[in-house]
């Protein structure tokens, strides 16, 4: 849209007006990333063991016997599913038998007696943990052993709202407006984040922890939508790529240091609307979006806007802003043309979509699967997570850094392969060396963010414009299937600790091998239709030379991509 940019030039760049939106906007993310990683907190799993009932009359020393010891991760830890037969321990109590104080205080003593006492399950219910939460929904709900299932599918379901708003939020801010969107997904994560405060049972809990995922997701699209189409030149730039994923991060900090603060998951979810309804006010303080307005035909509605920002700005307004209402018709019908099977019918398209498909996929599931897995390391999770979202400035600002100056394939490869061997190294240090291996957690999650701002971009450049919308949708389809699948990799330390470890920086690492594969399109030439798509290598370092580009094409250096290209990136 150059005609609608070019009537809004006598704005500038940088004025009151666009300072006003630049702000504003980065309050409105905060919501939405606080809630990002609240599934971390409200379904936290406190370490637990069989509840002993009370009327069983058994001593202290008693009731730690009676639950069996058992060797995790080379460590004597209680049992968190069994006990043994109540009935036999009672008997043996009442026949005066008595226990060594060694064989309960010192668990990596064998037990001569019991061990050959029948186990039974947690027929009493469980005691849970206090040290880091009094109460969680797992803790509640008993969301262990037989109905441990019940924690990842939970995660799943907040993802799979995601998913569908990926999809809804669109459809209905390019019929309704951004403003209206924005603000009613703002309110629908305080309602939401409210009433799971007073959900009575999981399948409530379920419903509703959907709903705020669904808000969740929607609330960033359109920040990054209406920023995007308000802002125009350099500020968009820095907006979308440096400045919201920023004020997003801070929202995530704030999550972690809530929780510390408030250790029962209902006082958390009714904190978690305070963000949501701290913004409302900023309903009559943002504008919607004068491209939205003309693309609507409401010409009169955006002049009035833009005559506004122009006495914010203390700059004269033409008397005429838009003699018509031009948004280049045939580029637009032809774009409508394309369609998904599109990304499929050519060879060269075709190699790079599956390619790019599975990146996504694999970078998703990595970075929510590093968030999960978090929870299996030693130490104060609110510290552990705290450093983790902290580690996402650096790595977003070194992300901006080399999208200005390094090529794209090279950049991608080189961060990504830090973030998979700090997560490889990770069974070295596990058992013995806890600071070393958040370290190279908090490495291994700096490569991976810094990895996928870098593929936000490297993805619009090598996708053709007749179809870079729905190329980005697509990707954006897979990495929340991505994210839908990562709850689950914590459910593989059951057969090996170090097994979720390996899986997340394997896959780091096959996206590295195949992304050698893909053409590089830093300082290349923008392709335009299906047919200029830049045929993919068979095998090329990531190093290696580009070709000069052709004639006559626009080079990815000196085209601005379109705002409905920067909103679809960050899905």
Known sequence: MQDYEESLSFLGTWGPFQKRVFYLLGLAIIPSGYNLLCVIF???????????????????????????????????????????????????????????????????????????????????????????????????????????????????????GGLLGC?????????????????????????????????????????????LGLGQLTCYIVVFVLGSEILIGPTRVIFSSLYLPWAYAFGELMLPVTSYLLRNWR??????????????????????SPRWLVSRGRIQEAELLL??????????????????????????EKAESANFLDLLRTPNIRHITLILWFIWFSN????????????????????????????ELPAFAACWLAARRLPRRQSYVCFVLLGALALLLIQLTLNSQPVLTLILVLVGKFGLLAGTGVLYTYTSELSPTVIRTTAMSTCAMFSRVGSSVSPYLLQLAVFNQFLPWIVVGALSLLSVVI??????????????????????????????????PKEGWKSAEDTTAAPEVICTTCL
């Open 42 to 160: 409200l379904l936290a799993a406190p370490p637990h063991h069989c509840s002993i009932p009370h009327h069983s009359n058994l001593s202290h020393d008693w009731i730690q016997a009676s639950i069996p010891v058992q060797q995790v991760a080379g460590r004597p830890e209680r049992s968190s599913c069994s006990r043994y037969e109540l009935d036999q321990v009672q008997n043996l109590s009442a026949s005066g038998t008595t226990l060594g104080l060694d064989r309960i205080h010192n668990l990596s003593s064998p037990q001569v007696l019991l061990s050959s006492l029948t186990q039974e399950g947690c027929r009493d219910g469980w005691t849970y943990s206090t040290e880091h939460y009094q109460s969680t929904v797992v803790s509640e709900f008993n969301l262990v052993c037989s109905d441990q299932w019940k924690q990842p599918l939970t995660s799943v379901f907040y993802f799979l």
């Open 167 to 211: 999809f809804v939020s669109g459809q209905i801010s390019d019929r309704f407006g951004r403003k209206p969107v924005l603000f009613g997904a703002i309110v629908a994560l305080s309602i939401f984040s409210s009433a799971l405060a007073f959900a009575s049972s999981w399948p409530v809990f379920v419903v509703l922890f959907f709903m």
């Open 267 to 288: 006082h958390l979810s009714l904190a978690m609307a305070v963000p949501g309804l701290a913004c409302i006010p900023l309903w009559w303080l943002i504008p919607e």
């Open 307 to 332: 005559r506004s920002a122009a006495l914010q700005n203390r700059v004269e307004a033409p008397h005429v802003i838009f003699f018509t209402a031009k948004v280049e018709k045939p580029t637009s």
């Open 364 to 391: 998703n599931v990595c970075y929510f699967g590093l968030s999960f897995n978090m929870s299996s390391l030693y130490g104060n999770p609110f510290l552990n997570y705290s450093l983790l979202t902290a580690v």
């Open 515 to 548: 992304c050698v594969f893909l053409p590089e399109t830093f300082r290349q030439p923008l392709p335009d239709t299906i047919q200029q798509v830049a045929v993919p290598q068979r095998f090329r370092w990531p190093w290696a030379s580009t070709p000069p």
